[in-house]
């Protein structure tokens, strides 16, 4: 069964700093680019970061410099990190993890899900 299970969102205040993770599981994610993408309230999808399985890591203009992504590819299960630093109110959303084969950055692209985290920044 795949399944892919983020944790770690929550309520934080502007400045401050939140890691999410992202446990993937079921098939050989080791072998698959994973990434972030979160949505806010009426807003579309959008990406966040991501990284390939040689490590290779690509994020969005507005979190760059601010976030970090990283991977353990553990026998069988991969995680994924978010280290979110300097958080600003705008960065509210729910954040989810995906994980794909082909790689890229748009929401299309990813083939496999999870449920999200909420992540909320007051000013």
């Known amino acids: 069964q795949v399944q892919l299970v983020e944790s770690g969102g929550g309520l934080v205040q502007a400045g401050g700093s939140l890691r999410l993770s992202c446990a993937a599981s079921g098939r050989t994610f080791r072998n698959y680019a994973m990434g972030w993408f979160r949505q806010a309230p009426g807003k579309e999808r959008e990406f966040v970061a991501s990284i390939r399985r040689s490590g290779s890591t690509y994020y969005a203009g507005s979190v760059k410099g601010r976030f970090t992504i990283s991977r353990d590819n553990a026998e069988s299960t991969v995680y994924v990190y978010l280290q979110m630093n300097s958080l600003k109110p705008e960065d509210t959303a729910v954040y989810y993890c995906?994980?794909?084969?082909?790689?890229?950055?748009?929401?299309?692209?990813?083939?496999?899900w999870g449920q999200g985290t909420q992540v909320t920044v007051s000013s």
């Open positions: 995906a994980a794909t084969t082909i790689g890229g950055i748009t929401p299309s692209d990813f083939g496999s």
